[in-house]
């Protein structure tokens, strides 16, 4: 079973900026396009963006600009660098592939707030 384990996460003021990290157990992370997504509550988890094995990527129109996903297959990594945050950012960030095949780990806070 592969599992997922999100970091980083933490309260930040408005502009401040933050670095996620989502750690895999597996190898096969390497093979997968991977995804980040949040929750806001008493919202659905969305999409904020994707990289594929070589480091193609996509972003929600919300993010695009501020938000930059990276990957290090070497150490079973992805990164979330979230700058420039603003309170509508505020949720809990999960990663999975994008195909949510795996199970979700506990994800990390993040709360944008003066």
């Known amino acids: 079973q592969v599992l997922v384990a999100e970091s980083g996460g933490g309260l930040v003021q408005p502009g401040g900026s933050l670095r996620l990290a989502c750690a895999v157990t597996d190898s096969v992370f390497s093979f997968y396009v991977m995804a980040w997504y949040h929750q806001a509550p008493g919202r659905q988890r969305d999409l904020v963006g994707s990289i594929t094995p070589s480091g193609d990527t996509n972003y929600a129109e919300a993010v695009k600009g501020r938000f930059t996903i990276s990957r290090d297959n070497a150490k079973k990594t992805m990164y979330l660098q979230m700058d420039d945050l603003k309170p509508e950012d505020t949720a809990v960030y999960y990663c999975?592939?994008?195909?949510?095949?795996?199970?979700w780990g506990q994800g990390t806070q993040v709360t944008v707030s003066s």
């Open positions: 999975n592939t994008d195909m949510r095949l795996w199970s």
